[in-house]
């Protein structure tokens, strides 16, 4: 028996036993000075067998470390190399919590930069094994960002060839279906594991036996990709009136199912986050309930604080019209009326407009007649408010006729004013990728208040001819 | 043959020949009257058979409103006396125009206890020939008022016996699936039409093809009656992660399913319905962007006429205060400052709580520590916001120190006050059966805007010692 020669490679003339012992060692050093990046790239021209070979020699917790900053082409094959023992240990320590921190300290952008996805197979191995409190906790090293597909789906599928037989299908579902609660679905793949039909098992069901899956499958599947984001998946699964929808991988290969029950969770959850954010509270799905008081006022308070600089704002504002204000006192006892009928009618716009925009009613219309029906709206209101408000200034209250007319003016020009910011301000905060529903509040406020006081007052001081 | 003789019965002494037509000729006359009470009063006594005869001899606009009065037990045996073809022209007559008119125009009392309910064979066939637009257009006459799961069910459902073997079952699949949809669940049904258990198609699937329906299926089935709430219907199938619930009749006959793509729909427009009330608008279900700009209007002017007068009430005491603001004018400008802040804070506060009732998040607290919470939350945002205020307005605005630390002391207590009714008010509306949605909102803006102004001047003239 010859010893090898050494060959030319590209980490020089060694021979082929000595590799997998040299990138251990480097990558060791490269990881305990936390250079991933560094790690990243000298794995590169190294053979899967070699690389294989190194992780098996390292301490537990590189392995995953070392293993997920493979390509994913790469970390496909390394994985087939792995003896079975160690690929269960590996995925063991996926779970480990030293790994998922090194991965959760990373700026999101660096780990979006340095972790390809995880191969098909393993992501399917893994998520079976995990919990689903687990999966959650490891889907950061799984390159899965919150709120994706990748982290909401379920592993608990059965999967078919095209080839199989009606009732070969049903024997496997038999054999099966004590791990896969959910079995309405089968998914047909290729030997790639791309998928490439679905079959209802209402479809296998009114089936003969003898039909083959190919025949009765359907071809034209809706699928999603495990970066989709949540409310897209429910958005998709609502409107089609599935029952479940496949994830899939950039190369088509099938990772796991999202479940109805699943979605409509994720859409009651999102359904808080926009009436919370209406309501002026940040969310992030955490039960209210359950967080300590500190916490509340946390979440409460940033927005508090928007809302009080704007009113300062106001407070300014009429602050400077002292003069007017101590020769005719009166006008301060409808500041509240115009200011909270403002918002009123303002916050109804808004409303309306983005409960609208997510239920996709509005594109029917588009952003400029829709703010234009507002507009005529708030005239009206306007209008009606206006005249009550005059008729109660005048004959209750007693003021002064202009002062009344005044008012009532005020607030057909403030209504005006409110609906259409109201209406115009979630299509320009969704133009610029901001939540229109939390961001509009504050600034109809803003508008409104600050507006509606300048407003008021440049009409009273036309009446007084100052 | 000898004629049949006259005998006792409670219309006198009529041969049996003659009823039929004596009942149909006092009917007629009742219900041309408009008099529906005193017709079902004259059916009481007559016997199904000769009911079945009158009705089969009057015009077909009242042959559907006689049948409809008849009691359940009743309405059962008549329909069995029937000719299939005239039972055929019943069914036909529920959909016309007239019919539904008449019972459409009673009040819902009159029409609940007029109506006894349908016979579950009836429903269901009525159900099966009717559109969904028709079965809306119908179910008043069928007696399920609007929102209830008689309005909302289907009738593509897959019915078995508890003594077919799961071959037969899947054979009796196969031949019905063209017409019933929904498969995922089987019902199990006793020679009555009672639902007596359930069986899913996954069951079925993997259960051998000897075993009996009555081996395999769960006899505890959760089920909803026809007059349950959708809302409620919905909830239901979301904590269960049901794919369909049954709907049965007083009697447990089933008369329809709902399905899980139905009660996602409803959950959608409770959840339009209750952010349309957040944000003060009446809501019913219509495509908001296809109204008139005048239903439009409607809508909205009774809330914001609402807050107008709670605005003047505030207006009033602002106008009483009149001596006071004139001697220190500069009290005025921070009147939507502390009305504001408290109609935010109320605002943050009644809409974590209004969600959490809605998502059964505060059962575990109870109503009294939800309040305590959200008053010492209150507290903490008072002192946050009240210190920044007083810093805002001595050393910017340049007010008075005594002025600035009024405005402090308000805030805080104005805090308090709106979170603690913020929170109180949805407990208090839902105690006395208001939609805690609609009407809290106004009435936490009244009490902050009143009670705020209030405490605001009479912490100034402690101060100024007036």
């Given amino acids: 028996m010859t010893e090898p020669q050494p060959i030319p490679s590209p980490l020089g003339t060694l021979s082929r036993r000595e590799i997998p012992d040299l990138v251990r060692s480097q990558l060791e050093a490269l990881l305990k000075q936390g250079d991933l990046q560094g790690a990243k790239a000298i794995l590169i021209p190294v053979q899967p067998v070699d690389i294989a070979e190194a992780i098996e020699g390292m301490p537990e917790a590189m392995q995953a470390i070392a293993f997920r900053l493979l390509s994913k082409q790469e970390a496909t094959e390394v994985y087939e190399h792995l003896d079975t023992s160690v690929q269960q240990v590996l995925l063991e320590d996926f779970k480990r919590q030293d790994v998922l921190d090194i991965i959760g300290n990373m700026s999101p952008d660096d780990r979006a930069r340095l972790l390809d996805e995880l191969p098909s197979k393993v992501v399917r191995r893994l998520r079976a094994q995990l919990s689903p409190t687990e999966w959650q906790s490891t889907a950061l090293l799984m390159g899965y960002e919150s709120g994706t597909a990748g982290r909401i789906m379920t592993p608990e599928y059965i999967s078919v060839r095209e080839n199989m037989s009606v009732s070969q299908t049903l024997?496997?579902?038999?054999t099966l279906s004590p791990v896969a609660e959910i079995i309405y679905y089968l998914y047909v793949m290729d030997s790639e594991r791309r998928l490439t039909g679905i079959v209802s098992l209402?479809?296998?069901?009114?089936?003969?036996?003898?039909?083959?899956?190919?025949?009765?499958?359907?071809?034209?599947?809706?699928?999603?990709?495990?970066?989709?984001d949540g409310e897209e998946v429910s958005r998709l699964i609502q409107r089609y009136d599935f029952l479940a929808i496949p994830v899939v991988d950039r190369e088509q290969r099938l990772v796991g199912v999202i479940t109805i029950d699943d979605a409509i969770d994720i859409m009651e959850q999102e359904t808080t986050e926009d009436i919370y954010a209406l309501g002026g509270l940040q969310s992030d799905g955490d039960n209210y309930f359950e967080m300590s008081l500190w916490t509340v006022a946390r979440r409460r308070v940033v927005w508090l604080f928007v809302l009080l600089l704007t009113n300062t704002v106001t407070g300014s504002i009429i602050n400077s019209q002292k003069d007017l204000l101590q020769q005719v006192v009166v006008l301060t006892a409808f500041i509240p009326l115009l200011t909270g009928t403002g918002g009123n009618v303002g916050a109804q716009s808004s409303t309306v407009v983005i409960r609208g925009m997510n239920t996709d009613e509005i594109r029917l219309l588009g952003p400029l007649k829709v703010i234009w029906r507002e507009g005529i709206a708030g005239a009206?209101?306007?209008t009606i408010l206006g005249t009550l408000a005059t008729i109660w200034a005048y004959f209750l209250l007693q003021v002064e006729l202009w002062v009344a007319v005044c008012v009532g003016i005020s607030l057909i020009a403030i209504s005006i004013l409110a609906s259409v910011s109201g209406s115009a301000l979630p299509f320009l905060f969704r133009a610029i990728k901001?939540?229109?529903?939390?961001?509009?509040?504050?600034?109809?406020?803003?508008?409104?208040?600050?507006?509606?006081?300048?407003?008021y007052f440049n009409i009273a001081r036309l009446f007084l001819g100052l």
């Fill in 380 to 382: 009206l209101l306007g």
């Fill in 434 to 455: 901001l939540d229109p529903a939390l961001m509009s509040a504050p600034f109809i406020t803003t508008a409104v208040d600050v507006l509606g006081v300048l407003i």
């Fill in 202 to 228: 209402r479809d296998l069901v009114i089936s003969s036996p003898e039909e083959q899956i190919s025949e009765i499958m359907t071809r034209d599947v809706v699928f999603v990709h495990t970066d989709t």
């Fill in 171 to 174: 024997e496997r579902i038999r």
